[in-house]
């Protein structure tokens, strides 16, 4: 039973447990506080029993405290960059009108999710399980708007700047780039809503980037400048920030124009699973169905399977998957027993994806505490 | 080098600009020497409670580090003489020393 706990809330530093609040930002639910200003709210667990998470109930993360209230009237979109034809200017309704609308459902996931949970924890905003969300997001493609503009074929990046502001001048400003390629996507939005309504202000009033099987930390909020540019972007954000060590993990996308001798930027979101509708030390009669509800997604391969064990890893059991939202979507699945004998249970969940991936049962240390994928698990009583 | 009157002195107009976050002020930091010092200095750009959930792994040196990033990288006015005395709490308060 030592390891039943491993990746639930009371594996999160003692500071972070003591310091979490249940807190309601102006329009959203209460959410887990984990720091005011700026502000960082994670979303409870069992709020992530169904497939789309609410907005009201969508995870807030804001790396710079000066967070302007846009005016919709006001807010414009600036294109430009020396890989640009030339400068363009959109209102949000030229934005919504002038442009094909698209719709897909994508996980939004901060790259940080579950920092709290790693052995030995690393400094950062310590998230457990809830910096993750998934909705359905409508916008224009971002390939759509650069082509308006009129992109050099030899860009090699596009840079976003959003409405955030640093309080000290020498902060570096929350600037944020992707290849080329990944811009060009398809799937890569300017979206300007968000299940069905505008954006909420703290997920990025009135326009923010969707950049869906890659992490949150590129799907700027507030966006207000887009560059095309015929160099890499330079900025603590890019070059600094929100990296991995080469070579220590499974391939994934590459974000080549980005990456040196030593270090190469996070990309893609991790195969996770999560149960969702227990907690901890909850009980259970014997003789009596237990019901696992949960969600798993991946970086856009698409779920194959969910697999549960009661025995702490040692045998599984297919769940069955609820319906599909689309490769980028959160996949819900439920799993049902009946336990026969009182005493400890401990509850393991994994997903498998279609390239044939699991997830792992260590998590390979990097100094941010990215890329934590380890299987979750519970511990349960049987009484 | 700035002194720690100027710092309050931005702190207090911070204070008043953003004072639509009125909940970090439930926050409360652990008595000690230097407590409004980090209070007042770390709070120029975030809440103390950034402070909290990054406890209680750290030990001097990590702290150490920190502090140093908040400097050079983030740009915290937090002068040469305010930094060890900074580390000196954190570590003491929030570490595992």
């Known amino acids: ?383 | 080098m700035k002194t720690f009157a100027t710092n309050t002195m931005a702190v207090l107009a911070l204070a008043i600009a953003g004072a639509a976050v009125a909940d970090e002020n439930s926050v409360r930091l652990k008595d000690g020497p230097d407590a409004e010092r980090v209070r007042a200095l770390c709070s120029v750009c975030h809440s103390a409670d950034y402070i909290q959930m990054n406890a209680r792994f750290l030990n001097r040196a990590g702290w150490e580090a920190e502090v140093t990033k908040m400097i050079k990288v983030m740009g915290a006015p937090i002068s040469e003489a305010d930094a060890p005395k900074i580390v000196d709490y954190l570590t003491r308060h929030y570490g595992t020393e």
């Open chain 1, 1 to 383: 039973m030592a390891g039943a706990a491993q990746l639930s809330r009371a594996a999160l530093p003692a500071g972070a447990l003591e310091s979490e609040t249940l807190d309601a930002l102006p329009g959203k639910e209460r959410l887990i506080k984990r720091s005011f200003r700026p502000p960082n709210y994670e979303t409870p667990l069992s709020y992530l029993n169904d497939a789309i998470t609410p907005n009201n109930r969508f995870f807030v993360r804001w790396h710079l405290a000066d967070i302007p209230t846009v005016a919709a009237d006001a807010w414009r979109l600036k294109i430009g960059g020396n890989a640009a034809a030339g400068p363009l200017d959109l209102t949000l309704n030229q934005l919504k009108t002038e442009f094909e609308p698209v719709e897909l459902v994508a996980v939004c996931q901060c790259a940080g999710n579950r920092r709290g949970l790693v052995e030995p924890h690393v400094p950062g905003v310590e998230w457990a399980n809830g910096a993750v969300g998934n909705a359905r997001w409508k916008g224009a493609r971002l390939k759509d708007v650069l082509a308006r503009a009129g992109v050099k074929k030899e860009v090699v990046e596009i840079a976003f700047d959003g409405g955030d502001k640093p309080v000290l001048e020498a902060t570096p400003d929350f600037v944020k780039s992707i290849p080329a390629w990944k811009a060009l996507d398809d799937n890569t939005l300017v979206a300007y809503e968000m299940n069905g309504e505008p954006l909420p202000h703290w997920n990025g009033f009135p326009a923010r980037i969707v950049v869906p099987g890659w992490v949150a930390t590129y799907w700027v909020k507030q966006v207000v400048r887009i560059d095309a540019l015929l160099e890499p972007l330079k900025g603590y954000w890019v070059n600094t920030a929100y990296r991995l060590p080469k070579g220590k993990y499974l391939s994934t996308d590459r974000f080549i124009s980005q990456e040196n001798e030593t270090t190469s930027p996070i990309t893609e979101v991790d195969l996770v699973s999560l149960m969702t509708n227990i907690s901890d030390g909850q009980q259970f009669r014997a003789g009596a169905p237990v019901v696992v509800k949960g969600i798993a997604w991946d970086a856009g391969y698409g779920i194959r399977s969910v697999e549960v064990s009661i025995d702490d890893g040692r045998t599984w059991q297919g769940a069955e998957l609820g319906t599909d939202l689309g490769r980028y979507s959160f996949r819900t699945w439920q799993f049902a027993f009946t336990p026969r004998e009182k005493g400890a249970v401990t509850l393991t969940a994994r997903a498998m994806n279609t390239q044939g991936l699991v997830q792992t049962e260590r998590w390979i240390a990097n100094g941010a505490g990215y890329r934590n994928n380890v299987a979750q698990k519970i511990g349960i009583r049987i009484a």
